[in-house]
């Protein structure tokens, strides 16, 4: 392991989940907490912005402490500098992004809100190049989910057709110009004051979600040829989007989904789980959906971050950032991503 620097500080300016909870409550600034110590294979980064995602305030809410490392660090995606290495191939000042593995955070208490976070080297990549960190610190996780959901939970190819429920999501708007990168149609739902964003980042159609339930306008006017994928980007707990595809799903399509996600335990939200589980169980054969249906756990690692890189440094791909945060006032940052109608990432500015 490397000497460290003797600038790195012993302790640390850090969030801490201190109770499960929203974040205002679950939530406090800690003043000293201690700068953590590498292992081999990891490496420690000053954190310039960090980035949130749904996950963060979704597991604070429903993580009891006892699952979690005491005390623990919110957040998973990053941007930074390398300070210190225990035997990786980064070396010190190396500018970097990643997005910590969730197992990994919940059992080591490591997490982005903070000013120094140790990753595993399979989680970090060198990051764009000439890139503000404030501009690719939402890159990692939303990026590297449709990254996934377009590569490895499908078999995408140029000149098919992709219809991206939710295209401005976080995980929409990164999958909508990897799509036309590999050179798909892309037709995307969203609000109309989105429209013109997603045309920006090269969705083809858009469809206004608030008009009349989604499946009930695909069904009245399937588009021609059928879509070969569905990417729900949003994570509806209605499974009607999927029972009624093949009326807009061509036959051997792929449904795949970021969810779904009970926002609640009532009794409405339990249901749709129920009519999901025997939607997705019962085989075709006995009447199911003659569809597949995939439901996409992102696994960060090297190679998609990579990958993410080159786009951005050939001009494919690009982060679009909802608001820029103080670290003091990481809430205001929550109370954003909460809303549920972000444009973009919600960024935490940590370090200059
Ligand atoms: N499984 C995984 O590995 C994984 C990884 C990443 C994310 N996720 C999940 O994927 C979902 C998206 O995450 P994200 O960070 O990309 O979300 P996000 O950026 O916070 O999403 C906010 C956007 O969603 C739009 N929206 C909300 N409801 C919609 C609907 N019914 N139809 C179309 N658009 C809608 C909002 O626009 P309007 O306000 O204009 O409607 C807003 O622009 C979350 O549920 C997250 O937990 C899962």
């Known amino acids: 392991m490397s000497q460290k620097d003797e600038t790195i500080p012993t302790t640390q300016r850090a969030w801490v989940i201190e109770k499960l909870g929203i974040p205002r409550q679950a939530l406090r600034l800690h003043e000293n907490r201690p700068v953590p110590k590498l292992e081999t ?7 310039q912005a960090a980035a949130l995602n749904p996950l963060g305030w979704k597991s604070m809410g429903v993580l009891p402490q006892l699952a979690r490392a005491k005390l623990s660090v919110p957040e998973y995606d990053f941007a930074g500098v390398v300070v210190d290495h225990g035997d990786t191939t980064f070396k010190r000042g190396d500018l970097v992004f990643g997005s910590l593995d969730p197992f990994f955070a919940l059992n080591s208490g490591e997490g982005t809100l903070a000013e120094y976070v140790r990753v595993p080297s399979s989680a970090l990549a060198l ?4 890139k503000h960190p404030v501009d690719v610190a939402g890159i990692p996780l939303a990026g590297q989910t449709a990254l996934q959901a377009l590569s490895t939970f499908t078999r995408f190819e140029a000149n098919q057709c992709i219809l991206i429920n939710g295209g401005s999501t976080a ?10 990168a590999k050179g798909a149609k892309v037709v995307v739902t969203c609000s109309p004051r989105h429209n013109s964003l997603m045309k920006d980042l090269g969705a083809d159609e858009t469809i206004d979600y608030t008009a009349a339930p989604l499946h009930e ?13 569905i990417l729900d980007a949003v994570g509806l707990l209605d499974p009607s989007l999927y029972t009624h595809s093949p009326a807009y799903l061509a036959p051997g399509g792929v449904f795949v989904t970021t969810g779904p996600q009970p926002k609640s335990f009532s009794a409405n939200q339990l249901w749709l789980a129920f009519k999901t589980a025997v939607a997705v169980a019962r085989p075709a054969w006995l009447g199911g959906v003659p569809r597949g249906y995939k439901f996409i756990v992102m696994q960060t690692n090297q190679r998609d971050l ?13 982060s679009v950032v909802d608001s820029v945060t103080e670290f003091d ?18 960024v935490v500015k940590i370090a200059d």
């Open 41 to 47: 294979g990891q490496a420690l980064v000053k954190i």
């Open 329 to 346: 006032n990481v809430l205001e940052a929550y109370d954003r991503s909460m809303s549920g109608h972000a444009q973009g990432k919600v």
């Open 217 to 229: 306008i695909l069904t009245r006017s399937p588009p021609d040829p059928q879509f070969n994928i």
């Open 127 to 130: 990051r764009p190049a000439g």
């Open 171 to 180: 995980v929409g708007m990164y999958a909508i110009q990897i799509a036309k």
């Open 306 to 318: 990579d990958e993410l890189r080159e786009l951005c440094e050939a001009g494919k791909l690009r």
